[in-house]
């Protein structure tokens, strides 16, 4: 008998222009399944996906869409055993790199090969996250891009060194494993996953499902410092610098003494002057090629 698959498609992700293809390509490499379709609107999808998984059985959920219908999707799946394939199709996808998923033949092939891991999952404010949150630096040049017209690689590149050049320099406070401690950071990092969509590995402890998540508390300062970083993430170690600081746990309260800009999994959220990030007790199980 035919397994039972979902397949949930953000038609607004991304700038696949051909998704009839994609959708064609999916059904063409999930023979063994019955495939239903089902389209987002933007408009109550979370309750609506929650309703479609309560009310009928899947034997997978597969999500193509980028980082925030990735998310959507899974927080109507906390603590289910049914396995979650995600396909990319949004700008970035920094979930998708962790998972080593970049595009449909990788999650073709993470269903093939039928490897699933436990994924823990955060909690910022009572927002789901599953990747990875982060303040200053980068969720500026988030921030930046979004508001811009441009779009492209080009674009980013240009935001990024307007961004160095504007070298703002926060502070936070940590309360974590039973300390406070006080940081300035050009950027600080929680982090679930281990690498941002890019592949640039901000944090090379990572590991998504082991229980904890990391802290990521960077602050260079000179051109060194910078070049230094490069290097760093060329190498994929981040040992060894002494602007970098990393927190292993499972629970830490920020005060956002400078007013950094916060994202979520790319999604900005402004104006968070305390924010308290908890690994969650529920997990997703989710496909995974690593
Ligand atoms: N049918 C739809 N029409 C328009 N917008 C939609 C529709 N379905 C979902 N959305 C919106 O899509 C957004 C989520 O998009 P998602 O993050 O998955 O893709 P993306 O923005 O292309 O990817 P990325 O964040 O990687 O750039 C949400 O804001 C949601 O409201």
Redesign the pocket.
């Known amino acids: 008998m035919l397994k039972h698959a979902l397949l949930i498609i ?6 696949h222009d051909n998704k009839i293809d994609l959708i064609d390509n999916i059904t063409k490499n999930t023979s063994g399944y019955k495939v239903t379709q089902w ?5 109550n ?1 979370a309750y609506k996906i929650g309703h479609l998984l309560d009310t009928e059985n899947h034997d997978i959920v597969m999500v193509a ?8 999707v899974a927080s109507q799946m906390l603590g289910s055993d049914t396995p979650l394939l995600p396909i ?7 979930l998708c790199a962790c998972l080593g998923i970049q595009n449909l033949d990788d999650s073709i092939n993470a269903l093939k090969i039928g490897n699933t891991i436990q994924m823990d999952i955060l909690s910022v404010n009572e927002t789901i996250c599953l990747h990875l949150c982060d303040f200053g630096f980068n969720a500026a040049l988030v921030k930046k891009f979004e508001e811009s017209e441009e779009r492209g690689m080009i674009s980013y590149f240009k935001s990024s060194l307007t961004q160095a050049f504007e070298n703002n320099k926060f502070s936070f406070g940590l309360d974590i494993n039973g300390e406070t401690v006080l940081v300035d950071a050009k950027m600080l990092v929680i982090a679930n996953g281990d690498r941002y ?1 890019t592949g640039v590995k901000i944090n090379p402890l990572g590991k998504l499902n082991d229980r904890k998540f990391e802290v990521v508390v960077l602050n260079p300062d000179s051109i060194q410092d910078w070049t230094a970083l490069t290097l760093a993430f060329l190498k994929e170690d981040l040992s060894g610098l002494d602007f970098v600081e990393v927190f292993q746990t499972k629970r830490v309260h920020i005060t956002n003494l400078k007013d950094a800009v916060c994202h979520v999994d ?2 900005v959220i402004d104006d968070q002057k305390t924010v308290l990030i908890e690994l969650m007790d529920k997990s997703v199980n989710f496909f995974s090629n690593v």
């Not at 953000?10 to 700038?15: E, K, Q, R, T, Y």
């Open positions: 953000n038609p607004a992700s991304g700038n389209n987002t609107t933007g408009e999808d869409g980028g980082d925030g219908t990735i998310s959507l990319p199709l949004g700008s970035a996808n920094g969509g790319g999604e």
